[in-house]
């Protein structure tokens, strides 16, 4: 069994998963202190897996009805992210697996929600190769996967990532952080094609750009005016959305025009919008997206990604560092 640890953003996270991809326990502890901030604060996260990372290794080694005699592996997220929240990760997996000579697998975060993909989640893992959009608040990009163990990044984010947009649309709307829910469930009493708003159609090949759209809001907000803006607020809302996943639909389509790829994934928190999984049906016969806990940030994902590459063992991971930005940093 692996015991995987995931701290680099603001979820605590632990999981327990089997060498084969059954997930027998994967603990998210949301830190919602951040709401009130209206995003994630750095410092305040950290402080936050310090006092939960030990309860949720403890809640997850109990959902999963296992004792530290059946881990054999430890693997943590080893970046990217925010430096501090990685550390409280990488350090307590080391203290943990030095303390019983385990061996370690350090997993880089973009790698382990591909790697989502690769557990059995109700039904059969899907295998390379295909074609992987993730978006979430923190990263975008498009991916092909030809193996278990490393992807080729074939377009990404210049600038906000998709689930950011949703989160900086839904603020100028006035809707609480973060905000991509929110503006979905809104959007549902909207038309859609009551307003045009950029899908960047002029961004370089298979790369992404959501900050053009948000000014485009800000914009559109401030010429309706106050009460015009707060009447049509839906009509904003499902434009918005709309333009959001026009773009990473069109993106989609004609990276599996250009790959050739007949399968696709899509996985991260904007996963779960149900315009985007529909416009996104229409592209291939089937996709495939992990179920919501294996979308969005989890240990699962990076247990997973650890049953593919060679752990280091007992004691040369003592030295293992965490980094903000790596190889696939986006
Ligand atoms: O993967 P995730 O849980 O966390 C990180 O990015 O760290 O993604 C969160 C993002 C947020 O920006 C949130 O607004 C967005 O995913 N999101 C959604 C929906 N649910 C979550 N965006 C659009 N529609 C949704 N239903
Ligand atoms: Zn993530």
Redesign the pocket.
Same mark, same amino acid.
């Given at each position: 069994m692996i015991l995987a640890l995931e701290t680099? +953003? #603001?979820?605590t996270c632990a999981a327990v998963v089997t060498a084969d991809g059954d997930v027998r326990a994967n603990v998210i502890s949301s830190q919602g202190i951040h709401d009130a901030f209206g995003g994630v604060v750095p410092e305040v996260a950290s402080r936050h897996h310090l006092e939960l990372v030990n309860v949720v290794v403890d809640d997850a080694l109990r959902t999963a009805e296992v004792t530290w005699d059946d881990i054999g592996l430890i693997a943590v997220t080893q970046g990217p992210g925010l430096v501090g929240a990685l550390l409280v990760g990488v350090a307590t997996a080391k203290g943990l697996a030095a303390a019983r000579t385990l061996p370690l697998a350090g997993i880089d975060h973009l790698q382990g929600h591909v790697a989502a993909n690769f557990l059995r989640d109700g039904g059969p893992p899907l295998e390379p190769p295909f074609l992987c959009l993730i978006?979430? &608040?923190?990263?975008t990009f498009l991916a092909r996967v030809d193996d278990h163990t490393s992807f080729t990044v074939l377009g990404q984010t210049l600038d906000d990532?998709?689930? %950011?947009a949703?989160?900086k649309g839904?603020r100028l709307l006035g809707l609480p952080f973060?905000? &991509?829910?929110h503006? %979905?469930r809104l959007a549902r009493a909207g038309d859609p094609a009551a307003f045009a708003f950029p899908t960047a159609d002029g961004v370089k090949d298979l790369d992404f750009s959501f900050a053009g759209l948000k000014t485009a809001l800000l914009y559109k907000v401030r010429d309706l005016g106050d009460d015009e803006a707060a009447a049509r607020r839906a009509d904003l809302a499902a434009s918005f959305?709309h333009a959001?996943v026009e773009q990473l639909a069109r993106r989609t389509a004609r990276a599996l025009e250009r790959t050739g790829l007949e399968r696709l994934a899509i996985g991260?928190?904007?996963a779960?919008?149900?315009p985007?999984r529909e416009r996104m049906a229409s592209l291939v016969p089937a996709v495939h997206v992990p179920a919501r806990a294996l +979308?969005? #940030?989890n240990a699962a994902m990076i247990a997973s990604a650890a049953r593919f590459v060679e752990p280091v063992p007992y004691p040369h991971y003592l030295g293992l560092e965490a980094y903000a930005t790596g190889e696939h940093a986006l």
């Open positions: 680099s +953003c #603001d979820d978006a979430s &608040g923190g990263h990532a998709a689930g %950011e949703f989160d839904a973060p905000g &991509g829910p503006l %979905e959305q959001v991260g928190g904007v779960a919008n149900g985007l +979308c969005t #940030d």
